[in-house]
T-cell receptor, first 115, second 111 residues
Framework: DGGITQSPKYLFRKEGQNVTLSCEQNLNHDAMYWYRQDPGQGLRLIYYSQIVNDFQKGDIAEGYSVSREKKESFPLTVTSAQKNPTAFYLC??????????????FGPGTRLLVL | GQQVMQIPQYQHVQEGEDFTTYCNSSTTLSNIQWYKQRPGGHPVFLIQLVKSGEVKKQKRLTFQFGEAKKNSSLHITATQTTDVGTYFCARSNFGNEKLTFGTGTRLTIIP
């Protein structure tokens, strides 16, 4: 099956710990994105990547880091610098990251809870 | 980033009634996309509108793009319980691959 997978579905973290959320896609998409969603809120862009080994900050990048070493993978690290990390994290991908806006396909999400 | 205002924030309708959500921008949009997120789920793409005044239909769903390309609407005719969820519009800027999502309209259906 083609698609986007995120793991784990639920993640618990102690304050002060870094944690890495996984996102893998086998759609051969060039662009990948990370969003954060808080209860009852819309989606806010954290980071995005148009091509391997390149990525850009979104609207709320502080306290997060990413890497894009492979086309299929775009892991997100939530660092201890992120003061309110409890949220629903969604990964998405699209066919192109160029001038024309392509449809974004979302993974099932990871719910992060800080204890 | 450039804001996308979406109204209403919540809508409760009796099953069988119609529902409309509106998306407004202060600047011209290159295109607008609509997504649906079921409770506990992830957003799923519904449609993209590109042309001024464009109207597209998907069964009971009608999507419109304003003549000035500054607003859009999603109308559902005769709602069903399967329509429950949050509907988001999303804009991109000219030559920019980022999407900016609206705050969403959460639809609940009263059986």
């Amino acid at each position: 099956d083609g698609g986007i997978t995120q793991s784990p579905k639920y993640l618990f973290r102690k304050e002060g710990q870094n944690v890495t959320l996984s996102c893998e896609q086998n759609l051969n998409h060039d662009a990948m994105y990370w969003y954060r969603q808080d209860p009852g809120q819309g989606l806010r862009l954290i980071y995005y990547s148009q091509i391997v080994n390149d990525f850009q900050k979104g609207d709320i990048a502080e306290g997060y880091s990413v890497s894009r070493e492979k086309k299929e993978s775009f892991p997100l690290t939530v660092t201890s610098a992120q003061k309110n990390p409890t949220a629903f994290y969604l990964c998405a991908s699209s066919m192109k990251g160029g001038q024309r806006q392509e449809t974004q396909y979302f993974g099932p999400g990871t719910r992060l809870l800080v204890l | 980033g450039q804001q996308v205002m979406q109204i209403p924030q919540y809508q409760h309708v009796q099953e069988g009634e119609d529902f409309t959500t509106y998306c407004n921008s202060s600047t011209t949009l290159s295109n607008i996309q609509w997504y649906k997120q079921r409770p506990g789920g992830h957003p799923v793409f519904l449609i993209q509108l590109v042309k001024s005044g464009e109207v597209k239909k998907q069964k009971r769903l009608t999507f419109q793009f304003g003549e000035a390309k500054k607003n859009s609407s999603l109308h559902i005719t005769a709602t069903q319980t399967t329509d429950v969820g949050t509907y988001f519009c999303a804009r991109s800027n000219f030559g920019n691959e980022k999407l900016t999502f609206g705050t969403g309209t959460r639809l609940t259906i009263i059986p």
